[in-house]
């Protein structure tokens, strides 16, 4: 399978540096079910009976037989140490014979809703099969699974098997029935009580982190999470002033555009009070107030000054220098056996540097992460924002409700999705008012391979390009033009393949439709001039604040810029996808021992947070290589 190269495809097709373009998987032709007449309870017993004696009996080609011909076995920790997609008879023969730890799978029986059923397995209900979660046993511990039944010739078959392992044997989480017991009766001379405690742990008097994290956004936090419930000593350091700040210090309109039944984080969801759409204000207070919930150890306005890993002793040796709020400084160091660098999606800024920069007289120009916010009440004065995604059209947008005259500079096209449509076709079966719990919805989402997923998000475009038809055909008249993402499979494979490209709209389109926010495609920035700038046709536009909403490098570049060339040169590029259209780098060995990357969206960082502290834990405990 070859990786794209940039300049051979469309924009709509671009990935990022080294990644695969992922086919979309075939639906299999599915006979009518007389439902009546199928006793999926006994269809799925069977197969899994044969699935763990032949797994008993190490025949590979047995348990290869249980799968259609195309099918698919996903896995997560619950074979292997890493993340593995299998597709076919051969490739899952192959990754078995390689070596795993599963010992069994089970049919979930503990809530009626995950037994087996009869279910549409494609979104408009032409294919149907058997769905039923599992449990899951493995040499190292236990987790959970989905599996996937189709009719293959007249006989029940495996489609989609997915297995993974998110608790340890003897090293179970310290929450519910092994919550701890907060103080110990009793006349004790010296004791301590809970501030002072906390104080001394925070602070790590008389010890060491065995995780250093970089970032306390929320990727840092929910590992930070998930390895304190696992009993692994941790320090999380950030820059910035407080926890939040990565929030709090965007530009001022700003609110997430996902919903809050999809953005829980570990151990402390969101209350049924919280309004749909996070304000970024608020999301960084939240943040804040749950890092102290948790007791987690977080050092703001502290720098990591320097790293260096130490192959014998399999551990790194860290200089921080925190600033305290008294204005005093002290400089530690530590000998972490582990780093999560969790420092964002991204990497640096892409900063163009455009001829005519420093001629430039307006009162604005600047990279839309220094963007802080529109003037208010400033009619007359005039905005150009280069970029036309999600943060230039958010911003085009706070800028015309303060009276500006807007004008967005689009060199390709946009992939666009209103935010109901969102709602409604991408979020609306799993993440939703009195959905299933959410770790229920994780598991049915994340079980799914990343080629099945994609054909389902073929089938949503096609949806939402009629849904979303009125403003599509809009902005296209307007002189903004629109795709429909990789393989015309919509925005979210745009995210998972490019990082960028995409706009949910909240209202901006409909500014752009209406000539309130003016458009120029097609077109590159020739020179900056002291009052606007010129394009690569020859136009002038005049200007008082220029934005470049010009997106990031990938999140390697932060990996160099922090730990340096030669720990960045085996780490390799991030995100997209592989060969086996598995993830690349990220919540997985990254190439340099004790280097995690861990980061994405809020729902990302929820999921992978234990997938990442199972890997570290079982390190330090020596279960794993």
């Known amino acids: 399978m070859a990786t794209i190269v940039a300049d051979q495809v469309s924009s709509k097709e671009r990935v990022v540096p080294g990644s695969i373009n992922i086919p979309i998987a075939t639906w299999p032709a599915t006979a009518t079910i ?315 800024k892409n900063e163009p540097k455009f001829k005519g920069m420093e001629s430039f007289k307006g009162d604005v120009l600047c990279h839309s992460s220094d963007f802080r916010g529109a003037r208010q009440s400033a009619e007359g004065r005039k905005a150009v924002i280069i970029g036309s995604c999600n943060s230039a059209l958010d911003i085009a947008q706070d800028y015309y409700e303060n009276g500006y005259d807007v004008t967005i500079i689009q060199r390709s096209s946009t992939t666009v999705m209103s935010s109901k449509s969102v709602l409604q076709l991408v979020f609306g079966s799993s993440y939703y008012e009195g959905g299933p719990p959410v770790e229920q919805a994780d598991l049915a989402s994340y079980s799914v391979p990343q080629e099945v997923s994609k054909a389902n998000h073929a089938d949503v475009n096609t949806l939402q390009q009629a849904f979303d038809r009125e403003i599509l055909e809009g902005l296209n008249k307007a002189g903004f033009k629109t795709d429909r993402g990789p393989m015309d499979c919509g925005l979210i494979f745009k995210y998972l393949q490019r990082g960028g490209g995409y706009y949910i709209d909240v209202g901006t389109s409909q500014l752009i439709i209406d000539g309130k926010v003016k458009v120029k495609h097609g077109h590159g920035i020739d020179e900056i001039l002291p009052n606007g700038l010129r394009l690569d046709d020859g136009t002038e536009l005049p200007a008082d604040e220029i934005i470049c909403a010009t997106g990031y490098q990938n999140m390697v570049t932060a990996t160099e810029a922090i730990f340096g060339a030669d720990v960045a040169s085996k780490v390799g590029d991030v995100w997209g996808f592989n060969d086996e259209g598995e993830t690349r780098i990220m919540w997985r060995r990254s190439g340099h021992p004790g280097l995690w990357l861990h980061g994405g969206n809020l729902a990302m960082c929820r999921y992978y947070s234990r997938l990442v502290a199972l890997q570290i834990k079982a390190q330090i405990e020596g279960l794993a290589p």
């Open 34 to 348: 007389d439902e009546a007449a199928t006793d999926a309870a006994k269809i799925s017993s069977e197969i899994i009976d044969s699935l763990n004696r032949s797994l008993e009996k190490e025949d590979w080609e047995a348990i290869a037989e249980l799968f259609v011909d195309n099918g698919y076995w996903r896995d997560q920790l619950g074979l292997t140490w890493d993340f593995r997609t299998a597709k076919g008879k051969e490739r899952i023969i192959n990754l078995l014979r390689e070596g795993h730890h599963l010992l069994s799978v089970h049919i979930d029986q503990t809530r009626p809703d995950t037994g087996p059923q009869i279910v549409s397995l494609r979104y408009d209900g032409s294919v149907r099969g058997i769905q039923f979660f599992t449990s899951v046993t493995t040499r190292f511990g236990s987790g959970e699974g989905v599996v996937r039944l189709v009719q293959e010739s007249g006989k029940w078959k495996i489609w989609t098997l997915f297995t993974s392992m998110t608790n340890l044997k003897d090293h179970e989480e310290a929450a519910g029935q092994n919550r701890p017991n907060g103080v110990v009766h009793g006349a004790r001379a010296g004791r301590k009580n809970w501030l002072d405690r906390r104080r001394d742990e925070s602070n790590f008097e008389n010890s060491e982190p065995q995780v250093l994290i970089v970032g306390s956004g929320q990727a840092g936090l929910s590992v930070h999470a998930r390895l304190k419930m696992l009993n692994v000593p941790t320090l999380t350091i950030d820059r910035t002033d407080e926890i939040g700040d990565a929030w709090r210090n965007r530009y001022h309109q700003l609110v997430i555009h996902d919903p809050v039944w999809y953005d829980h984080l570990p151990y402390i969801k969101f209350p049924d009070f919280w309004p749909v759409f996070t304000p970024k204000d608020k999301m960084a207070d939240f943040l804040k107030a749950y890092a102290d919930m948790l007791e987690l150890h977080v050092w703001t306005k502290t720098e990591l000054e320097s790293s260096a890993w130490d192959d014998e002793k399999k551990q790194w040796t860290v200089v921080l220098k925190r600033k305290h709020s008294d204005g005093s400084t002290e400089t530690r160091t530590f000998h972490p056996k582990h780093i999560i660098q969790a420092t964002g999606h991204s990497g640096k």
